[in-house]
């Protein structure tokens, strides 16, 4: 042990000895006062009352009291306690320790009356429990209120206005823990709730001052900066609508996460979190059937692509959960594939994992590993998905997309791969865009590998999903963080959105009705114009649009559409199992024909032509470019 570390000991332990002896003293004097003060209140303060036969055995017996008060106090850890944090146990210590006192104190002053005088009146014993009680608590927890009192007159300059939206357990934890910390600096002002039986009712202390028609006034009335809603089991729907009126008040808004905390005993500040965008989307999270994916996963050896990205990743996430024989990823980019790694390892330590760095587009790399490896079933994620950048450099797009697929695909069917399923994208529908129309073929080879191999090919199509790489959300918010302005492409663009979990669920359940040859088209709910989620994003941090923080319209860019299609016309409609997905009709094609136009196409991009659209243009004749002057 080091000098200094002894210093720091014999300081703590000179204090410590310090505050127990300070509390032993009071103590002895509660012992002397509550001995004379309950028999003062037994004979309404009138000194000339008392007789003397009851004053002496209190006199004679008061040293031997204090020893056993002490010593009771002593063995209920009333000198061992934090009286800083002190709670319930404390309490219920403070009232037994002074009752079990009181009992002995009875029982033993018998022996100290003179023989033949009366003993001391049974109603003493009474005010005696109470007055000792009544010392105790004020010297334990006076502390504890005297250092609070303090620390919120040292906030009250720098506080901040709440609002708690809830009156139930949920909200009721919340508040206890606001109120009696000695470290937030949160002060509730009111709470809303639509039950109207707690209106004008008070938890710890707060008041309900209404339903949620009040929220805009008493947001003005009570000056609130934050707004916390405490109602972890309402539906998504309900929770938007009152979203929606929270964000005219201009105050950041927080939540709980969801029923779950509640349930397990989470409920606290820290759960506590910034409203993020999906919860204004007004649906409910999606459902699948876990048991058909569970059964479709399980014991089985699975590979994922492009394991390190935002899909790739939350893929692995849920099919560990779901109890593989072995989880295989591959990806070019190492940081975030070990990222990844090191969060399976921890969150499922009995998992046969291995990952893997490798390029779909490097041929011998991808079929050592499924040679190796032979997985059973295979995620292909791996994709350039940037329409921008991949508008700047269209070979690139289409050697990593197009032929990453095609070799990753080809070296499934050759090593035994039961099923293949590929993640695509809306932009394939009508493409506008390099992206988009490199998926486009991808789908058509996917659904052209099936007809020839045992391994069931499939697709699977949706939009863009919420916290992506390269979506919206997560640039917002850097620009909002930055203080604006807030940067959208053009007023009328919409999206369809959906969760990154909620996707990827999808995507394994669709895996787990393919058949073969199926592009799987997610129901991605309705539209959202990108503006409104600019709009919302900026209100839910607490700025007021075009004031605080402006919105910028930039114009569309390169290869970028008003709006996404997820199912082209001639593809038609077939309903699942699950009516969130559908199945996309295949559309017939020439495929000796198609395969002349791949290889001329991997040629083209390896020479790095300068005429690909037009290539590409004549493989997928739904793809519209805009041609350069």
Known sequence: MSEETKKVKKAFNVKLLYRRTCLIIYDIISVIGASYLALLMRYNFDMSEIPDYFIDPINRFLPVNIVLTLLVLYLFKMYHSLWAFAGETELQNLVSSS????ILYSICIQFFKVEGQQAVPGSYYFLYVFML???IFVSRFSYRFFRSLKHKQQNKNNSISVMVIGAGEAANVIIKEIVNSNFSTMVIRCIIDDDQGKWGRFIQGIKVVGGRDKIIECADIFGIDEIIVAMPSISRAELSEILDICKETNCKLRSLPGMYQLVNGEVSISKLRDVEVEDLLGRDPIEVDLDSILGYVKGKRVMVTGGGGSIGSELCRQIASHQPAQLIIVDIYENSVYDVQQELMTNYPDLKLDVLIASVRNTNRVNWIFEHYKPEIVYHAA????????EASPNEAIKNNVFGTWKTAYAAAMNGTKRFVMISTDKAVNPTNIMGASKRICEMIIQTFNKHYDTEFVAVRFGNVLGSNGSVIPLFKKQIMA??????THPDIIRYFMTIPEAVSLVLQAG????GGEIFVLDMGKPVRIVDLAKNLIRLSGYRVDEDIKIEFTGLRPGEKLYEELLMAEEGMKETANKLIHIGKPIELDEMRFFVQLKELKEASKSESA???????EIVPTYNYKKEV
């Open 611 to 617: 005429d690909i659209r037009e290539m590409i243009k």
């Open 99 to 102: 009752v079990v006192s009181a």
């Open 483 to 488: 203080g604006g302005p807030v940067t959208v």
């Open 133 to 135: 009680i009544s010392f």
């Open 512 to 515: 787990a009705y393919a058949k």
């Open 383 to 390: 994709a350039h998905k940037h329409v921008p950048l991949m």
